[in-house]
């Protein structure tokens, strides 16, 4: 019988060595549904991880989706700015907004915005701008250069303009023209310290592009309401949502592929150790005479599924970065950075596979009978 801890400790490995040199056409067979799967998983789990950094970077280019508004008829207070860049540490543009009516020599009202240009152009990359240079303050007697909105640019006449805010009037001059097809192409934007100059009105407002998942920006909106106590503080629902329903769709669509794969896998691997058990019978009916328990058989037989299943996911993990980084070129003609965060799922889930795949033929190694088998009955 085999008792000592030592004897049977050095027997299971001896035998876990030689089980894939017996049956090599067997193993190869097992390993090559493990490779295959966690091949799969892993270029599907890196383009979608790419994708979804992706893909927020392209949301974020579609404007503010976190909005602060001063109670109407006050300003933010004026360390508001500071605050909100202090909540988004670096994650996100946060971009003052201060707003007038003003009336054109005709006396038609105008909305005059102004605002910091340099962050503008960092939140709002998708404004069409008919000149690259965004602002050039005004100084003296020169007139204060004004990006004009599509639409403004027919009330104020285009070129140099005058605007008149409360009895002061303010000479003005178009450095460019912008086009958004929405509420901007009605406004003539001007840079914020000439706004307040002019006008004395502070920012009443400000657009924040911040970056992150969903759960992310959500927690970013309760930081700012505390900080900014007696401000509205909103998410702009269409660009969240928006990127919420289509992370969700992708992600679901990955789930539901990575699924249909593992029970490809786990039939596939269930076939080849089915197989592998009937095949060595005599073997493990000899373990069994000798004096095996039930427990060092199914370790055994458990480690080489967990050995198959570890082989599988380093030689998938490999192949499955060649093929997203692949992909990427062919489809998206965009570079695929390897995701090494995905090797620890892919190899617990080839592991796993693997286990799972060996649950029945361990339950027919139970009914194996010595006698019977070597008999040859």
Known sequence: MIKRQGSGTGMFVRMLMRAALVQPGRAASALMAVVVAATVATAMMTLYMDVQAKLRKEFRNYGANIVVVAPEGKPLPADALTNVERVLGGKGIAVPFAYAVARTKEGAPIVVAGTDF????????WWAVSSAEYQVPGSGN????????VKALQAVGGGSFKLDFDGREQQFATSGMLRTGAAEDSRVYLDLGEFEKWTGVHASSIEIGASGSTAEIDATLRSLSSSLPGSEVRAVRQIVEGEAR??????????????????TAIL????????????????????KALGAS??????????????????????????????????????????????WSVFPAVLAGSVAVALLSAVLPISMLRRVQPATILRGE
């Open 118 to 125: 340099e962050r503008v152009r960092k939140l709002n990359s």
């Open 142 to 149: 020169k007139p204060v250069e004004a990006l004009v909105g």
């Open 246 to 263: 289509v992370l969700g769709k992708t992600r679901a669509a990955l789930l539901a592929a990575i699924a249909i794969i593992i029970v």
């Open 268 to 287: 596939c691997v269930l076939a080849t150790l089915t197989t592998w058990v009937l095949d060595r019978r005599r073997d493990f009916a000899i373990m």
């Open 294 to 339: 039930e427990k060092l058989i199914n370790g055994f037989f458990a480690a080489e599924a967990a050995l198959l299943g570890a082989a599988g996911a380093v030689a998938g993990f490999a192949i499955g970065i060649g093929v997203a980084t692949w992909i990427g070129h062919a489809n998206f003609h965009a570079a695929v950075q390897p995701r």
